[in-house]
């Protein structure tokens, strides 16, 4: 439980905001580079940490990232000329540099007013399918991310992205929440289950094939240079010298890898406003081979055009269509959702925009996600005191998930480094 100022505190994320400024101070990513596919291609309009921004990919492929209202009169930049180099206004003309400089005005005389002005921007990098954006202070800014999936050929990783209109932080919670997965997930974690059985789902690219049907995993949490990992272990019915171990890192801010016994599912929970996030995932075989992005695409449930428009990257689940709920269904399927990431964001939007975090009734199973919070609380406290938020440094390429069996009386933490 938090009190309703520090569920503020955590939530919100707009200019000037504590949260905001922890986010700020991480390269963060903002849209899949397939948005942006070729030279001079269509500008995306992107929100970004509660600011409005223009991305777009110059003459020579390169990205740039700024400010989409214009700094004359506030027309968008997305409907704008791009140049070598540049992207210029289509009202009067004023053209900008990646960096925000002026670099033509063409219904002002002289250079005088040009020289003086300089337009939002931000440094954008791309790497892994992703475009990055780095929007904290020029002289905080920290090495670039190096994933492990950035070294693996792109057509080997599946990257994919969707809107939805609640808080980033129900997002996060719902992915470091583990118990959920044998519940909610129930038709894809426990098959048998009408019938009081369990026989393990044998794909092994589902992130929700639990290999067990023990619904309190016991959770031990450990701190690391990028945050935490948590292990929820198992028990596995009918062999007591087995438990089933999942390890879990979220790295700060609002990262999450999870696994299937075979994949690595990495998620970034990027709020674009107080109340919508976009949730770009990139998932990859740890040992380099091909993905089947259409499979991962129908376990999600995201094949389904009432709940997932691929033109805008939304999900549009609602109320009105009570996202996709089938109840006459239910006797079969336990959520009456098809698909996991269905099911997930059918919960996260039920919850409503900001869930009240002060009216929880937290139990031991929620550990990890309580200590989400704390990382992230603490992170606003030492950068308000200005210090470094955690994490701000570390090692991603060593952020790894994993899902195995091991003997009872093994130690989890002998798994490590994965
Ligand atoms: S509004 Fe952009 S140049 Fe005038
Ligand atoms: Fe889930």
Same mark, same amino acid.
């Given at each position: 439980m938090l009190s309703k100022s520090e569920n503020e505190k955590l939530c919100r994320i707009g200019p000037g905001t504590v949260m905001g400024e922890v986010f700020r101070r991480f390269w963060n990513p903002v849209l899949m580079s397939s948005e942006l596919?070729?030279?001079?291609c269509e500008p995306v309009r992107v929100e970004m940490l509660g600011e409005r921004l223009v991305a777009f990919r110059d003459s020579n492929g390169h990205i740039g990232v700024m400010e989409e209202m214009c700094m004359h009169r506030g027309a968008s930049l997305a409907l704008g000329r791009v140049e070598d180099g540049a992207i210029r206004c289509l009202y009067h003309g004023w053209k900008f540099a990646?960096?925000?400089?002026?670099?033509?005005?063409?219904?002002?005389?002289?250079k005088c007013v040009r020289s003086k002005l300089k337009a939002t921007a931000y440094p954008a990098r791309e790497a892994g399918g992703l475009i990055w954006i780095y929007m904290g202070p020029a002289d905080k800014m920290p090495p670039f991310p190096d994933w492990a999936f950035m070294h693996l050929p792109l057509e080997n990783l599946r990257v994919s992205r969707f809107d939805t209109e609640v808080n980033y932080m129900q997002q996060l919670e719902g992915g470091t929440d583990t118990s959920h997965v044998g519940i909610l997930h129930t038709n894809d974690a426990r098959p048998g289950w009408m019938s009081h059985t369990f026989s393990a789902n044998? *794909? #092994?690219?589902?992130?929700?094939?639990?290999?067990?049907? *023990? #619904?309190a995993p016991v959770l031990e949490l450990e701190q690391t240079e990028f945050g935490f990992r948590y292990a929820s272990t198992r028990r596995i019915r009918g062999q007591e010298t087995l438990r089933n171990v999942r390890i879990v890192p979220i790295a700060m801010p609002s990262t999450r890898v999870i696994p299937s016994p075979k994949l690595q599912f990495v998620i970034f929970e990027v709020p674009m406003n107080d109340m919508k996030t976009t949730t770009l995932g990139v998932s990859y075989d740890p040992e380099g081979g091909p993905i089947d992005a259409w499979k991962l695409d129908e376990i999600g449930g995201r094949h389904d055009p009432r709940l997932f428009d691929h033109a805008t990257h939304r999900y549009i689940g609602t109320w009105e269509n009570?996202?996709?709920?089938?109840?006459?269904?239910m006797a079969k399927s336990w959520s009456g959702i098809k698909g996991v990431v269905a099911e997930d964001q059918a919960i996260a939007v039920s919850q409503g925009p900001i869930v009240d975090r002060s009216k929880e009734h937290l139990v031991a199973a929620d550990m990890a996600l309580v200590r989400a919070r704390k990382q992230l609380l603490e992170s606003a406290e030492r950068v308000r005191n200005g210090g470094d938020p955690i994490g701000v440094a570390a090692d991603f390429r060593k952020v790894l998930a994993c899902d195995r069996n091991i003997e009872s009386g093994v130690e989890w933490k002998s798994l490590l480094p994965l």
């Amino acid at each position: 439980m938090l009190s309703k100022s520090e569920n503020e505190k955590l939530c919100r994320i707009g200019p000037g905001t504590v949260m905001g400024e922890v986010f700020r101070r991480f390269w963060n990513p903002v849209l899949m580079s397939s948005e942006l596919l070729e030279p001079e291609c269509e500008p995306v309009r992107v929100e970004m940490l509660g600011e409005r921004l223009v991305a777009f990919r110059d003459s020579n492929g390169h990205i740039g990232v700024m400010e989409e209202m214009c700094m004359h009169r506030g027309a968008s930049l997305a409907l704008g000329r791009v140049e070598d180099g540049a992207i210029r206004c289509l009202y009067h003309g004023w053209k900008f540099a990646m960096d925000g400089s002026v670099l033509e005005m063409p219904n002002v005389s002289g250079k005088c007013v040009r020289s003086k002005l300089k337009a939002t921007a931000y440094p954008a990098r791309e790497a892994g399918g992703l475009i990055w954006i780095y929007m904290g202070p020029a002289d905080k800014m920290p090495p670039f991310p190096d994933w492990a999936f950035m070294h693996l050929p792109l057509e080997n990783l599946r990257v994919s992205r969707f809107d939805t209109e609640v808080n980033y932080m129900q997002q996060l919670e719902g992915g470091t929440d583990t118990s959920h997965v044998g519940i909610l997930h129930t038709n894809d974690a426990r098959p048998g289950w009408m019938s009081h059985t369990f026989s393990a789902n044998e *794909d #092994l690219d589902n992130p929700a094939s639990l290999a067990s049907d *023990d #619904l309190a995993p016991v959770l031990e949490l450990e701190q690391t240079e990028f945050g935490f990992r948590y292990a929820s272990t198992r028990r596995i019915r009918g062999q007591e010298t087995l438990r089933n171990v999942r390890i879990v890192p979220i790295a700060m801010p609002s990262t999450r890898v999870i696994p299937s016994p075979k994949l690595q599912f990495v998620i970034f929970e990027v709020p674009m406003n107080d109340m919508k996030t976009t949730t770009l995932g990139v998932s990859y075989d740890p040992e380099g081979g091909p993905i089947d992005a259409w499979k991962l695409d129908e376990i999600g449930g995201r094949h389904d055009p009432r709940l997932f428009d691929h033109a805008t990257h939304r999900y549009i689940g609602t109320w009105e269509n009570r996202f996709g709920q089938n109840r006459k269904e239910m006797a079969k399927s336990w959520s009456g959702i098809k698909g996991v990431v269905a099911e997930d964001q059918a919960i996260a939007v039920s919850q409503g925009p900001i869930v009240d975090r002060s009216k929880e009734h937290l139990v031991a199973a929620d550990m990890a996600l309580v200590r989400a919070r704390k990382q992230l609380l603490e992170s606003a406290e030492r950068v308000r005191n200005g210090g470094d938020p955690i994490g701000v440094a570390a090692d991603f390429r060593k952020v790894l998930a994993c899902d195995r069996n091991i003997e009872s009386g093994v130690e989890w933490k002998s798994l490590l480094p994965l």
